[in-house]
């Protein structure tokens, strides 16, 4: 969700780890869960924004998670004061709160965050989700109903994807995307694909919030059950709000940065599989 070029990576044989939160318990759940992805990693447990920010000085910090709720302060105020420091200003900074749905909605949260995750998922889908941070290039099975009319941009974007072992199926309409959704479910293919792509403005008499509505409503697919992020340029906070309420999964900015499209698409699949795999 950030316009923050993530330039750096997760790579040193030792990353230092901030994690933020007032609560003792979740501090140690999500050490837990990052030692698991990153053995290892210097995981500084934090309890206040203050006692983070007296860290920076201390050396390069690569990952910080952080609660939006902070005794001493909002968690996008200590997020603002990161990258107000010169050498931690591309760093990933993930919110990790029960509250980013909320402020999502109200499009309170902005570009100082690279990245959100919501703690009702449950901290086995964090494990998947911070996977998409420290190995962001690994090969996935799962097919993407790709919607957009722009050829150029369609190649470049395909090829992002085709490259971590995405199938894609590029469409450059919604009505086109629609009529494989029906293809797919008059086959038994339910729901044809693990993921939908599209930009929100498209050439044809359907947009992408056209394309949302219709997979939700008319085919009836879960958030769960089939995710569908939405590609937009559009910065205005009440357009961004009515597609997350009509049902996005999530919301990829362009212009599109490569590693943080494929982060939020390989989340969304493991969620999905988890989810098609319980139900």
Request: aromatic residues 4%; glycine residues 8%; proline residues 4%.
């Given at each position: ?224 059950e089939l995710p569908v992020l939405i590609m937009t340029g559009d910065d205005n906070p009440a357009n961004q709000s009515a597609l997350l309420r009509a049902g996005a999964n999530d919301l990829v900015h362009k212009p599109i940065e ?22």
């Amino acid at each position: 969700m950030s316009d923050i070029s993530l330039t750096r990576h997760i790579s040193s044989d030792e990353p230092r780890v901030l994690v933020v939160d007032g609560s003792r318990v979740v501090r140690q759940l999500i050490e837990r869960v990052l030692k698991a992805e990153l053995p290892n990693a210097v995981v500084i447990g934090c309890g206040s924004g203050a006692d983070a920010l007296a860290q920076l000085p201390g050396g390069v910090i690569d990952l910080v998670t952080t609660s939006l709720r902070l005794p001493d302060m909002d968690g996008m105020q200590l997020a603002r004061a990161i990258r107000e420091s010169n050498s931690q200003a591309y760093i990933p900074i993930v919110v990790v709160s029960g509250d980013v749905q909320e402020r999502l909605l109200a499009r309170s949260l902005d570009g100082s965050v690279t990245d959100y995750f919501d703690k009702s998922l449950g901290f086995d889908a964090l494990a998947a989700f911070i996977r998409g941070y420290v190995h962001p290039v690994e090969r996935v099975d799962g097919s993407v109903l790709y919607v957009e009319d722009s050829r150029v941009v369609a190649l470049a974007t395909r090829r992002m994807m085709e490259k971590c072992g995405f199938t894609v199926s590029h469409v450059v309409s919604v009505e086109a995307a629609l009529d494989l959704l029906e293809t797919a479910r008059a086959e038994g293919r339910v729901p044809g694909y693990d993921l939908v792509l599209t930009d929100v403005s498209l050439k044809g008499d359907l947009s992408g919030g056209d394309l949302l509505d219709r997979v939700r409503n008319h085919f009836g697919y879960a958030k769960g059950e089939l995710p569908v992020l939405i590609m937009t340029g559009d910065d205005n906070p009440a357009n961004q709000s009515a597609l997350l309420r009509a049902g996005a999964n999530d919301l990829v900015h362009k212009p599109i940065e490569e590693r943080l499209l494929i982060t939020k698409l390989q989340f969304q699949l493991r969620v999905a599989q988890r989810s098609r795999a319980g139900a």
